[in-house]
């Protein structure tokens, strides 16, 4: 290992996880530069306004509006994009690459739906673009699918992949918080996006479970074949039905492959998981990832799935790599070339259709209060060949209309979707019916 190597760091974006890399960084300095055998120069930083105020203090001398000039900085070998969204952030990352620098990233949106552009860059241009903090906060469940369990063939990946949604969903449900009040705590927090509809609609989880399915399968999951649903209309009776049976309810990324048939599934959707499965019991910010492997069995991390502290570890853990492979001490994963020969085998794998797709659901329906009503409504299932499990009746005396909460037996989502749209047809149903998954790590 060479001494006496000075690493300049550069870093785009001094927001929520910007400030909370500086801070470690600043002061790990001594500590980092002992264990690694180099000076690191943490150059400057890139903001949108400079006269902002910011809880972590930095010279005023180290801070400029234009991220350009800390990519161009012949001084600055690993450039930490930490800004966020796909326009800027996507162009910065590719100027990074082209000069054949590292590229540190935090940005999950970014990697989903510019991956191979940016992969192409670091082939060509013998850069390394590091992304452990855009899945899963603090938690090395990249190093881990890239490390430890290469192993593996994974058929399933199940996981809570978005600290805000699970945020919420532990304050509605243990603090009876609203849905407005929970999220607002999260953006205080500094959990959410810029734009938090990316966590409450799924955006941002379906992003973070396309990674993991092109780690682990070498497939991205296309928007319009991933089943994407978020935590908006969660409701006061879905968590009573929850509390009473034994489920606690989790907003999950549920990655599925069929090694025999060669398909795989990829959806994101609040779901009722059984009091007894570990991710049940992760709770607040926190994220938890299943992955069962062929070789290990079920494998669980749980730990921090967003916030300053949790991210800034997950950075600096990738700064550690890239100063390690630049002064010749890399340790051995999985290569990019190895995930390009992954790439490969990816291409013949198929999504799942609807038929294929299987699980116990969860029904909302604010139904007519009429004689008979009830009747129509189960005819439609009978019809579809869809069996109930079980029902609650709510009443709401003097309004005309009460509520009833179901859950099936495992079904298909095609036979679900049609009892759906037989539903919606009905005029004795008033609302739009309410469905979750029910998980199983079995359907
Ligand atoms: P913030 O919104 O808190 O910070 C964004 C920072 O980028 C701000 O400092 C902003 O400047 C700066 N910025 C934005 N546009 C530009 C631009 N054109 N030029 C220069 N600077 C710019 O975001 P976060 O820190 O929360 O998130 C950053 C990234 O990390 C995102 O990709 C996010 O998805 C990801 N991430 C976030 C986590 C979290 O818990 N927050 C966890 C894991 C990943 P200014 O301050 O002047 O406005
Ligand atoms: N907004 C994201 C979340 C940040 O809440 O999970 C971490 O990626």
């Not at 550069?10 to 001594?30: C, D, P």
């Not at 966590?199 to 991205?220: E, F, M, P, T, Y």
């Not at 606690?248 to 492959?257: D, E, G, P, T």
């Not at 001490?329 to 294929?356: F, H, N, V, W, Y």
Request: hydrophobic share 40%; net charge positive; glycine share 10%.
């Amino acid at each position: 290992m060479k001494t006496s190597r000075t690493i300049g760091i550069g870093i785009l974006g001094f927001g929520t996880v910007g400030q909370g890399v500086w801070k470690h960084l600043t002061e790990k300095k001594s500590d980092l530069e002992s264990r690694l055998g180099v000076k690191l120069d943490l150059r400057k930083v890139a903001v949108r306004n400079l006269k902002k105020k910011r809880e972590v203090k930095i010279s005023s001398a180290k801070l400029t509006p234009n991220p350009f000039e800390v990519i161009d900085d012949p001084k600055v070998h690993v450039v930490c994009e930490l800004i966020g969204g796909t326009t800027k952030a996507r162009e910065c990352t590719l100027r990074a690459l082209r000069q054949g620098k590292v590229v540190v990233s935090a940005n999950k949106a970014l990697l989903c739906e510019h991956g191979p552009e940016i992969f192409q860059a670091v082939r060509q241009h013998g850069g390394q673009f590091l992304f452990e903090a855009s899945v899963a906060g603090g938690i090395p469940i990249i190093k881990a699918i890239r490390e430890g369990l290469a192993a593996n063939h994974f058929e399933l990946i199940v996981g809570i992949l978005n600290g805000t949604c699970n945020h919420i969903l532990t304050r509605m449900g243990e603090d009876g918080l609203s849905f407005a009040d929970a999220l607002k705590e999260a953006q205080e927090l500094g959990y959410a996006e810029a734009d938090p509809t990316l966590d409450v609609d799924g955006i941002d989880a379906w992003h973070k479970a396309s990674i993991l399915a092109w780690l682990a399968h070498g497939k991205w999951a296309p928007r319009n074949r991933t089943l994407v649903e978020g935590i908006r209309n969660i409701g006061p009776a879905d968590i009573d039905f929850a509390r009473r049976f034994g489920f606690a309810l989790k907003h999950l990324a549920v990655i599925r492959r069929n090694f025999e048939k060669d398909w795989m599934t990829v959806g994101v959707y609040p779901a009722l998981v059984p009091n007894g499965d570990i991710l049940a019991r992760v709770s607040g910010v926190n994220n938890g990832i299943t992955l069962r492997g062929d070789v290990v069995g079920a494998t669980t991390l749980a730990g921090r799935g967003a916030g300053q502290d949790a991210t800034a570890s997950a950075v600096i853990g990738d700064i550690i790599d890239a100063i390690a492979s630049l002064t010749g001490s890399a340790r051995q994963g999985l290569s990019l070339d190895d995930l390009q020969a992954r790439e490969k085998q990816g291409q013949k794998i198929r999504m799942a259709e609807l038929d294929e797709i299987v699980s116990p659901f969860y029904l909302r329906l604010s139904l007519l209060d009429k004689a008979g009503v009830s009747e129509g409504v189960y005819r439609i299932f009978t019809k579809h060949k869809v069996s109930i499990a079980r029902v609650i009746q709510y009443e709401h005396p003097n309004q005309g209309r009460g509520t009833v909460t179901l859950s099936t037996y495992p079904v298909s989502e095609r036979k679900m979707g049609a009892v759906l749209a037989e539903l919606r047809r009905l005029k004795t149903v008033l609302e739009e019916p309410f469905l979750l998954r029910i998980f199983s790590p079995e359907s």
